[in-house]
């Protein structure tokens, strides 16, 4: 009988948010599959959640100078990839000074990357299982901020 392998895989990254002119946009990335989702990585040896995904940031979407503001609920799920593999990302809002053009990482297979306003990001959102309640959350935290 052949019986596969389960494994586990930690990562990190962010939802990255900044404000003009009081309303609130999103910086979504489009991945290898076409979704819009959130930059995000494994984590290094060394490297706490937070650093992980400020160093992920920088690496998929070019954004630098970021100031943490909030720790999100783990994201938690199963793909398959010679076996499955239980998935843990941590994520964190971090907000940035100026609405700044991203640069994508195409070596990663990120196609573009773009601001949306906060309100919108719900309809362009990939894996809404897993993405939804994050915006949920962070739209809870950004009306504290």
């Not at 962010?14 to 599959?33: A, E, F, P």
């Amino acid at each position: 009988m052949n019986k596969q392998k389960s494994s586990t895989e930690v990562s990190a990254g962010g939802l990255i948010v900044t404000r003009v002119r009081g309303v609130w946009w999103l910086l979504l990335m489009k991945d290898r599959g076409g979704n819009w989702t959130f930059p995000k990585g494994k984590i290094e040896t060394g490297e706490n959640h937070i650093t992980t995904a400020l160093r992920e940031i920088e690496e998929e979407v070019g954004m630098k100078g970021l100031i943490y503001r909030a720790t999100l609920a783990p994201s938690m799920y199963w793909y398959f990839r010679k076996g499955s593999i239980k998935k843990t990302v941590h994520y964190f809002v971090f907000e940035a000074a100026k609405k700044v053009a991203p640069t994508v990482q195409t070596e990663e297979g990120i196609s573009e990357a773009m601001w949306v306003p906060f309100t919108k990001a719900v309809t362009r959102i990939g894996y809404p299982k897993t993405n939804k309640p994050l915006l949920d959350e962070t739209r809870e935290i950004l009306k504290t901020l």
